[in-house]
């Protein structure tokens, strides 16, 4: 399925697990189109292929997506592509971008104006993992779909 320019693209491989990936050339207009992009798979995922995902999830995973958009958007704009992987309860995002400069959190400054993007994405991420590729970097979180006895992420502990 093609999107103005952004290729899409969506999948069921062996074990279950359900891929999605997008391309994007990123400017600000296309942060919304990849947060759309991981409700609709998120969306499909529940309704096409049975996964559980929760309202949690879905939220959590539309502001990760976001954050890391309008990172590529501000740091490295030009083409960007975002992998999804649905299986065993967990969704992995990976992004790549052109940009070399790895992203670092700051310390934490509730005076700060802006900037808190990595801090949000660390906290409710279950892992979180950068590195530099031939071109650019790529990114690679993962977020739990599913959710314990008192709404917090369940599976492996969050950071």
Request: a negative charge.
């Amino acid at each position: 399925m093609v999107d103005r320019g952004t290729g899409q693209d969506r999948q069921t491989v062996g074990a279950g697990n359900v891929l999605g990936s997008a391309a994007y050339d990123m400017g600000s207009g296309e942060i919304a189109r990849a947060r759309g992009f991981v409700r609709d798979f998120l969306t499909d995922a529940r309704s096409l292929h049975g996964m559980a995902v929760s309202a949690r999830a879905m939220d959590v995973t539309q502001l990760v997506v976001s954050e890391l958009a309008t990172n590529v958007c501000k740091y490295a704009p030009g083409p960007c592509l975002l992998d999804l992987e649905a299986g065993d309860g967990m969704l992995t995002i990976t992004m790549w971008d052109t940009g070399s400069v790895l992203p670092t959190s700051r310390q934490a400054d509730p005076t700060r104006m802006g900037q808190h993007g990595l801090e949000i994405v660390l906290a409710v991420c279950e892992s979180f993992e950068v590195r530099r590729e031939p071109v650019g970097k790529r990114v690679r979180v993962e977020i739990s779909l599913l959710d314990g006895p008192q709404g917090e992420p369940a599976g492996p502990a969050a950071w």
